[in-house]
Nanobody, 115 residues
Framework: QVQLVESGGGLVQAGGSLRLSCTAS????????MNWYRQAPGKQRELVAR???????NYADSVKGRFTISRDDAKNMLYLQMNNLKPEDAAVYYC?????????WGQGTQVTVSS
């Protein structure tokens, strides 16, 4: 079983930066995709960024040029560098590790952006 824990969320002013981390524990074999999702109140959960095992990345249009996803396979960790944050980025951010046959989610970390 795999357990994920996000960290790095908090309150930041518009234009500021945060770096989110996702730490995994448990039995880790290989991870096909590592993902960051977010969900704001009253909205659908959306994929923010994804990084595949080969390093390929994908970003939501709303965060392109501002967010950078990275992974450290030696540590089974996932990161999201968020720059030039906007009020619309405020949400609970979740990491998700996709093993193909199974997916595991963290509990989320709150990001609040003041205007």
């Amino acid at each position: 079983q795999v357990q994920l824990v996000e960290s790095g969320g908090g309150l930041v002013q518009a234009g500021g930066s945060l770096r989110l981390s996702c730490t995994a524990s448990g039995s880790i074999f290989s991870i096909r995709r590592m993902n960051w999702y977010r969900q704001a109140p009253g909205k659908q959960r959306e994929l923010v960024a994804r990084i595949a095992s080969g390093g390929g990345t994908n970003y939501a249009d709303s965060v392109k040029g501002r967010f950078t996803i990275s992974r450290d396979d030696a540590k089974n960790m996932l990161y999201l560098q968020m720059n030039n944050l906007k009020p619309e980025d405020a949400a609970v951010y979740y990491c998700m590790y996709d093993f193909g046959l199974d997916q595991f989610w963290g509990q989320g970390t709150q990001v609040t952006v003041s205007s």
